[in-house]
């Protein structure tokens, strides 16, 4: 009877731990980009292989870009659970492109103190648009906005208003308005809520996640690491450290140490740039001052090339990254010490090349003209001179005696021409 009572004991446990549910959670914070994209979507289908009640996406975000943007709702879509997006902690907000993708979700959620909106479309770049184009973009956002509330059941009209007039809610008054399904103070007070809550029939028909076990997908070091390559000061900086190596190889053939450093500096931009959206034009133009820096070592072009390279970089820079938003453009703060210190460099550079074609020569034939000796013997046509700690051949058009200071005035061969020091005679 014992061993029957604790068989049934262990029994309910299992069928306990078997009927619970499983919620799979992911974070996404700040900008929304192609590393956010491809993390979300593995969090997707990780929780589709793991047969997730559901995935919750806590979510904290000024906006992003419309394509990774995009290919987050395309995941949200197409996704076999339910997938639920939650506005947490308090202070966070659901902005731009945040917007959208909370229209995408089967259930939204959020935290007291937080906020939903301002989707407005910014023009890329920050450039300046016709008033026709900028209300096609408007236009194409409200629609593509509406139809994602619409398939929610969410209000259509505060949705437009969110695109076209850039309109906010705090979490209470999106509640009010029909725009999110709860407001829950934490995690486990949003999956309470949200339980039992209908959905798409092709996701079970209904939400289970109160009690649920909550896994959480970590971004792991390889999304941290993209994370990383994916910022745009990152990025530019590795491509002037990139062209730095590049420089000290080429000016010092070699050196090997600089140049490969500097090509993995060059490979791991490029990759970056890949993740970014990217002004060729400004491309253009930064490898258009790496160039005239690196035209400046052989072309003597007394630092009209520097000054082109400095001009160039430093445009190109301001036109590197298109971006709808300053959180995802090179900062003032990296280009222009990075503009400075490049420019001094090579003025430093240029100024020292200048300098040194000033100087006079101290070696070979040129460096023996203008030296002064003592003649060893008599110098009548030719004789010997001691000159420059050497003992040289001469020849000198005028009779010069044996111990008179003399001044070579060319070299014509391996032999010098003289003439007394302090006289008037001419090569």
């Known amino acids: 009877m014992k061993t029957l009572f604790i068989a049934l004991v262990f029994a309910a446990i299992a069928a306990h731990a078997w009927s619970q549910p499983e919620v799979y959670v992911a974070r996404v914070e700040g900008p929304i980009g192609p590393v956010a994209a491809r993390y979300i979507k593995d969090a997707i289908e990780t929780a589709e292989d793991a047969n997730a009640s559901c995935l919750v996406i806590e979510i904290d975000t000024p906006g992003g870009l419309d394509t990774s943007m995009r290919t987050i709702i395309q995941s949200i879509l197409a996704s076999r659970i339910p997938v639920a997006l939650y506005v947490s902690p308090s202070g966070a907000r659901c902005a731009s492109a945040g917007v959208f993708i909370a229209m995408s979700a089967d259930v939204v959620g959020m935290s007291p103190g937080t906020s939903i909106g301002a989707a407005h479309p910014v023009t890329i770049g920050g450039e300046q648009v016709d008033e026709e184009t900028m209300k096609k973009l408007v236009n194409d956002s409200a629609s ?23 309109e906010t809610a705090t979490a209470e008054e999106a509640l009010e308005l029909g725009v999110i399904d709860v407001v829950a ?36 070091f390889r999304y941290k690491l993209l994370g990383v390559l994916s910022n745009p000061n990152v990025a530019y900086l590795l491509l002037i450290l990139g062209f730095y190596g590049l420089f000290f190889e080429l000016s010092n053939p070699g ?25 060729y034009a400004g491309v253009l133009l ?5 160039a005239f820096f690196l035209a400046e070592i052989w072309v003597t ?14 445009l190109g820079s301001l036109m590197l990254i298109e971006s709808p938003g300053p959180f995802l453009r090179i900062s003032f703060k990296v280009i222009i010490p990075s503009v400075i210190l490049t420019a001094a460099f090579f003025i430093f550079i240029v100024g020292a090349g200048l300098k040194a074609q000033r100087r006079k020569v101290v070696t070979g034939r040129e460096g023996l003209i203008g030296e002064k000796g003592v003649a060893t013997t008599d110098i009548d046509g030719t004789g010997q001179a001691f000159i420059h700690g050497e003992l040289w051949t001469v020849a000198s058009s005028e009779k010069i005696a044996k111990g008179e200071e003399i001044e070579v005035i060319s070299v014509e061969g391996l032999r010098p021409r003289v003439k007394k020091a302090g006289s008037s005679e001419e090569s």
Do not use: C
Not at 197 to 207: A, F, I, N, Q, T
Not at 269 to 277: D, E, G, R, T
Not at 302 to 313: A, D, F, H, N
């Open 144 to 166: 593509y906005m509406k139809s994602l509330a619409a398939k929610r059941g969410r209000n259509q009209e505060w949705a437009e208003k969110a695109v076209r007039e850039s």
């Open 185 to 220: 103070s934490d995690l486990e007070d949003f999956l309470n809520r949200i339980d039992g809550m209908k959905v798409d029939e092709l996701k079970g028909g209904e939400l289970h996640a109160k009690d649920a076990v909550i896994r959480r997908i970590e971004m792991g």
């Open 255 to 279: 050196s090997v140490f600089p140049g490969v450093i500097g090509a993995i500096f060059l490979v791991l931009a490029f990759f970056s740039f890949q993740m970014l959206p990217i002004n």
């Open 286 to 290: 930064i490898l258009l001052g790496i």
């Open 301 to 314: 072009s007394g630092g009209m090339l520097t000054v082109g390279g400095v001009i160039s970089l430093f």
